[in-house]
């Protein structure tokens, strides 16, 4: 089973970009979009669909922001929008699909560079979904979770880490809070295969930074160790294009 994560940075844009020819030669079994920036509702029957995928979209409250949108093409999989926490749920930041034997999370973190009132968001968000995920585990049921986490874990994540220090993203307390993640026992599957590459998935639009790789790895798939046996590949697909982030893969039996 191949899964995909992609921050696609607006999902009219990228569907304009080539999104859905990218899906037909990918073939992901599940994709797990974030940042989609619309209301399937709103959207053409053609814009919102992919073919031969069902979905289910996570809608924020204000237009145009967030979003997440999950695509499987597994009959009998079921999907529902949010965590069950009003504050966090209505800016759309989650899609919880049952994949049978674990629960698959496509999350859009929040990013803490607006003002320390953000700042403050973002890591109750981080405390509120661990607690979460910790509670379905310590019930049996494994959780691999996916998304744009807008941290970058280690200075091998990011290209310049010395200049990003204070910089949200790169703070302290919030790299703390992905020790805390692994320390509670979920792995970071790029780093689980590949522990000194250097690869990143979000470059800045504004310094030309792709061409130059001047980026950080901000988008993950974490799993609980449980699931560690059934890990078969993780990657970052740099070549494709369509949005300032790539897609990131894990693919598991």
């Known amino acids: ?70 695509f499987t093409k597994i009959p009998g999989q079921t999907s529902h929008a949010g965590l069950g926490i009003e504050r966090f749920d209505r800016e759309g930041r989650v899609v919880v699909t049952d994949c049978g ?34 509670q379905k585990a310590a019930a049996g049921r494994p959780v691999i979770f996916c998304g744009d ?18 910089i949200s993203g790169f703070l302290p307390e919030e790299r703390a809070c992905m020790d805390q993640w692994q ?17 990143y998935s979000w470059w800045s639009q504004r310094t030309d930074a792709r061409s130059r790789d001047i980026g950080w790895r901000l988008d993950y798939f974490w799993v609980h160790q449980s699931l560690l046996p059934r890990l078969r590949a993780a990657g970052i697909a740099t070549e494709v294009m369509g949005s300032d982030h790539c897609p990131v893969w894990l693919e598991i039996i």
């Open 1 to 70: 089973m191949r899964l995909y994560s992609w921050n696609v940075n607006g999902w009219r844009a990228a569907y304009r970009k080539g999104l859905r020819d990218w899906v037909k030669e990918t073939g992901p079994d599940l994709l797990c979009t974030q940042e989609t920036k619309a209301d399937p509702a709103k959207l053409t029957a053609a814009e919102s669909r992919l073919e031969g995928y069902g979905s289910c979209w996570a809608v924020a409250e204000r237009a145009g922001y967030s979003g997440v949108a999950t």
């Open 101 to 134: 034997d674990f629960d698959l999370y496509n999350v859009y973190f929040p990013n803490g560079k607006k003002d320390s009132e953000r700042l403050a968001f973002k890591l109750d968000f981080y405390a509120a979904f661990l607690a979460h995920i910790n």
């Open 149 to 166: 986490v807008n941290t970058a874990h280690q200075p091998i994540d990011l290209a310049r880490p010395k200049e990003n220090q204070r």
């Open 183 to 199: 320390q509670a026992g979920w792995v970071d599957s790029f780093r689980h295969f590949h522990p000194d590459e250097a690869r």
